[in-house]
């Protein structure tokens, strides 16, 4: 994607970058080793030897924003995220990898694709499948379930694509799947607890395997 506009003077970055847009109730941005918290528009640019975290937004806007502050030249993409598991046949539960990210429109305007392969790093434990991104809440209907199904998509949430469009490079990707989409709602998982130690576990295996 081009540059949205110039920005004078970026932030330089440590080899690696984790893009974490929010994260569950119980889980909170480590302070061990933190050498420095950047505050950026509201969200965090958090930096530790070797990597840094970039949390606190939602939505592609938001995104946008806050990548054209950073000097990302140099630096690997990481993202760690949440989405809603749809109403498939055999949805997969608790973490995800993620190896193509599709766009639900108006978001297939920011690329020349409708899709990204995305990488998955070696041995991850955890199943590759193929998600979508949407622009707002609540697009779910009947018959975006179905074409979604079709396509054997598994999982929607808000940021990846928009990444992956905005870097036209590979990123990796691990989703904590939080709630379930069906025909008729959003039906939320219940085990608070059990999310949050997903989402423990999906950053530990990041960060000891990004490199």
Do not use: H
């Not at 080793?33 to 938001?62: E, K, T």
């Not at 766009?103 to 955890?126: E, K």
């Amino acid at each position: 994607m081009k540059q949205l506009w110039k920005v004078a003077n970026k932030w330089p970055l440590p080899p690696e970058l984790i893009v974490i847009p929010s994260a569950p109730k119980g889980w909170e941005v480590p302070q061990k080793n933190c050498q420095r918290r950047i505050g950026i528009f509201g969200a965090g640019l958090y930096m530790y030897p070797g990597y840094a975290i970039l949390n606190g937004f939602l939505g592609y806007p938001y995104l946008y924003t806050l990548l054209e502050t950073l000097n990302l030249e140099s630096t690997s993409v990481f993202f760690l995220g949440t989405a809603g598991a749809l109403d498939v046949d055999s949805p997969p539960k608790g973490i995800i990898a993620v190896d193509r990210v599709f766009a639900a429109p108006p978001l297939d305007c920011l690329a020349d694709t409708d899709s990204f392969a995305l990488s998955v790093i070696a041995g991850c434990p955890f199943p590759a499948v193929s998600i979508v991104s949407v622009d707002i809440i609540q697009r779910e209907t009947p018959a975006w379930l179905e074409i979604q199904k079709q396509k054997n998509i598994f999982a929607v949430e808000m940021e990846l694509f928009p990444l992956a469009a905005y870097l036209n490079r590979p990123v990796a990707a691990l989703l904590v799947l939080t709630d379930r989409v069906t025909t008729e709602g959003i039906y939320p998982f219940t085990d608070k607890k059990r999310i949050s130690g997903n989402f423990s576990g999906a950053f530990q295996w990041l960060k000891e395997n990004m490199g």
